[in-house]
């Protein structure tokens, strides 16, 4: 059994950057109490919604920048971060050259960059990492900013557009592309989607989306951009995250959305049975992240069993840890959805 762990966007720039940069704060301190959580998994991944650097200019045309210090390295080595996805659309707010030396210092710290490079090439390609006898693909996309979008001469994301119906006919060949280099050569492949907007339920079109994606190939659909947890759904032989959510930022939080409250996600991977989620909430409180109160853990089980039922997935809570299941019915074993290939 191989154990994924995911967490949704880690923001490190502003006044988490600030923080950083006093000498008194030892990088491990962002993480609170949750460095045990990430020893719990065999490999740990998150979406780094900020850039890493030093040059580059804001983007005049943006209202947000988020850039951090070198510092951030050693917060994302603290926790074992494996990999990062960088499909979103804060990566670029400083520029091409920005973003280029964000991948090359990632990649000079043992972390592995995927979803935005020097070319679309680059950016649609999946990276792959080794845990024991298990091999790890991860291919990231994002539908943020089409003006981001790599091209064969040009840094940039990798941008998909889709519909009702899913994706549009180039993208899904691309995606479709990216996705079985990485099935040929791992036996879990994870597609990391910054896709859709920062509130609301699913959409009919990303939830095309992540159909396709499974159906293409994908084990795990990790889904971010929305600062809410939002529903999972079992979906033939993979697991849909719809939204991840927020994990580290320093954002106004929502008093109904509660983006301040989220979820480390362990799915634990077997070959012929469907991914086990287990859950440990967190909260975000004064620019760090810790484990949530027992209060707050009731109320991340209730809105992702009310979230997940349409979608045939029971949640449950003990002991602290939520756990999310397929529901068997008379039609199949999960909410009558095909598992098959």
């Given at each position: 059994?191989?154990?994924?762990?995911?967490?949704?966007?880690?923001?490190?720039?502003?006044?988490?950057d600030?923080?950083?940069?006093?000498?008194?704060?030892?990088?491990a301190?962002?993480?609170?109490?949750?460095l045990?959580?990430?020893?719990?998994?065999d490999?740990?991944?998150?979406?780094?919604?900020?850039?890493?650097?030093?040059?580059?200019r804001?983007?005049?045309?943006?209202?947000?920048?988020?850039?951090?210090?070198?510092?951030?390295?050693?917060?994302?080595?603290?926790?074992?971060?494996?990999?990062?996805?960088?499909?979103?659309?804060?990566?670029?707010?400083?520029?091409?050259?920005?973003?280029?030396?964000?991948?090359?210092?990632?990649?000079?710290?043992g972390?592995?960059?995927?979803?935005?490079?020097?070319?679309?090439?680059?950016?649609a390609?999946?990276v792959?990492?080794?845990?024991?006898?298990?091999?790890?693909?991860?291919?990231?996309?994002?539908?943020?900013?089409?003006?981001?979008?790599?091209?064969?001469?040009?840094?940039?994301?990798?941008?998909?557009?889709?519909?009702?119906?899913?994706?549009?006919?180039?993208?899904?060949?691309?995606?479709?592309?990216?996705?079985?280099?990485?099935?040929?050569?791992?036996?879990?492949?994870?597609?990391?989607?910054?896709?859709?907007?920062?509130?609301?339920?699913?959409?009919?079109?990303?939830?095309?989306?992540?159909?396709?994606t499974?159906?293409?190939?994908?084990?795990?659909?990790?889904?971010?951009?929305?600062?809410?947890?939002?529903?999972?759904?079992?979906?033939?032989?993979?697991?849909i995250?719809?939204?991840?959510?927020?994990?580290?930022?320093?954002?106004?939080?929502?008093?109904?959305?509660?983006?301040?409250?989220?979820?480390?996600?362990?799915?634990?991977?077997?070959?012929?049975?469907?991914?086990?989620?287990?859950?440990?909430?967190?909260?975000?409180?004064?620019r760090r992240?810790?484990?949530?109160?027992?209060?707050?853990?009731d109320?991340?089980?209730?809105?992702?069993?009310?979230?997940?039922?349409?979608?045939?997935?029971?949640?449950?809570?003990?002991?602290?840890?939520?756990?999310?299941?397929?529901v068997?019915t008379?039609?199949?074993?999960?909410?009558?959805?095909?598992?098959?290939?």
């Open positions: 059994m191989f154990r994924l762990g995911l967490t949704g966007d880690v923001m490190l720039g502003r006044r988490v600030d923080d950083l940069a006093d000498p008194h704060t030892a990088p301190e962002v993480w609170g109490d949750l045990p959580v990430f020893s719990t998994v490999l740990r991944g998150v979406n780094l919604e900020c850039v890493i650097s030093a040059i580059g804001p983007d005049p045309g943006r209202v947000f920048h988020f850039r951090a210090r070198y510092r951030a390295l050693e917060v994302l080595q603290a926790a074992h971060i494996d990999f990062v996805g960088l499909a979103n659309n804060h990566v670029l707010d400083y520029g091409q050259d920005a973003l280029l030396e964000c991948v090359s210092l990632l990649r000079d710290h972390i592995a960059a995927v979803g935005a490079g020097d070319t679309i090439s680059e950016a390609a999946p792959f990492l080794r845990r024991g006898v298990h091999r790890l693909a991860v291919v990231a996309f994002t539908d943020n900013d089409p003006e981001w979008e790599a091209a064969p001469d040009r840094p940039g994301v990798n941008y998909v557009a889709y519909g009702p119906e899913g994706l549009r006919p180039s993208y899904r060949d691309r995606l479709a592309a990216s996705l079985a280099a990485a099935r040929a050569e791992a036996d879990v492949v994870v597609a990391c989607a910054h896709v859709g907007p920062n509130w609301g339920m699913p959409s009919r079109a990303l939830r095309a989306l992540a159909h396709q499974i159906a293409l190939g994908a084990d795990v659909y990790w889904g971010h951009s929305n600062h809410a947890v939002q529903a999972i759904e079992f979906y033939r032989r993979g697991v995250l719809y939204s991840t959510g927020d994990f580290l930022d320093d954002y106004v939080v929502d008093p109904d959305e509660r983006n301040d409250l989220s979820l480390f996600f362990a799915v634990a991977l077997q070959s012929g049975r469907a991914p086990e989620v287990r859950m440990y909430p967190v909260q975000i409180h004064d992240v810790r484990g949530a109160s027992a209060r707050d853990a109320w991340l089980c209730a809105r992702l069993r009310d979230l997940s039922a349409p979608y045939g997935t029971a949640v449950s809570i003990e002991n602290g840890v939520l756990n999310a299941v397929p068997p008379a039609e199949g074993p999960a909410g009558g959805r095909s598992r098959e290939t």
